[in-house]
């Protein structure tokens, strides 16, 4: 191989490389900045019942079947009241949601999220838990529970321990709690390389009664 033909087989090795590294990094879908006025100014109209009408429709689904460019990732409580997609007032493709009893962070939960900001390009995660949850009612009662039950409120525990005592509704300052616990388990855990600086990840608690969601500090 003379030194041209070396010289083009680098250039185009090169060109495959940077390819497939824009492939699996697309760019963020939008800031996490403007992420959030998005869920705060759905949430608005939820609230408001002055929600998007129509939706999803054929159009929207024909946009997204072949990729996807979610703009936020919801970590949520699989409680049937509480679907980010309707209390944000969002469509299909919009929201990467990742939910189950508690909002917990497990393994599968932290995959999930890696996912969603590497090869998905959402800027923003929110650590949604909301009033009156189950399982943390259930975590509050006893750090004992049947079958796999046990897994969910075992870790709801550091939750409980943390607010135990505190003046105000335990459940209430349990669910807030869990919330920032589990933002602070994907801050510290996902491994989000160097995409982390341009990502925030917030706690916030949905108000059953209101429909507000109210957004917690980082
Ligand atoms: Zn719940």
Do not use: W
């Not at 699996?24 to 929600?51: I, M, Q, Y």
């Not at 994907?186 to 917030?202: C, E, M, P, T």
């Amino acid at each position: 191989m003379n030194i041209p033909s070396k010289l083009i087989a680098f250039v185009s090795l090169f060109s495959v490389v940077v390819f497939v590294f824009a492939a699996d990094h697309p760019v963020a879908s939008v800031s996490a900045d403007a992420a959030l006025a998005k869920l705060k100014e759905g949430n608005t109209r939820f609230v408001n019942s002055k929600v998007s009408a129509g939706k999803p429709t054929a159009a929207r689904r024909a946009e997204t079947a072949q990729s996807q460019h979610p703009f936020a990732i919801i970590l949520g409580c699989a409680d049937s009241r509480t679907s980010p997609e309707i209390i944000f007032d969002q469509n299909i493709g919009d929201i990467f949601v990742v939910r189950n009893a508690g909002n917990l962070v497990d393994d599968h939960a932290l995959g999930s999220i890696e996912y969603g900001v590497e090869h998905l390009g959402a800027r923003l995660i929110v650590v949604l838990g909301h009033e009156r949850c189950g399982a943390v009612t259930a975590a509050l009662a006893s750090d004992n529970a049947p079958g796999h039950l046990q897994s969910v409120v075992r870790d709801i525990q550091p939750a409980v321990q943390a607010t135990k005592g505190k003046p105000g509704d335990a459940t209430d300052l349990a669910v807030a709690e869990n919330a920032r616990l589990m933002a602070a388990k994907v801050r510290s855990d996902a491994n989000l390389g160097d995409l982390a600086k341009d990502v925030r990840i917030i706690s916030a608690v949905y108000d059953l009664d209101s429909g507000k969601v109210d957004f917690g500090k980082e």
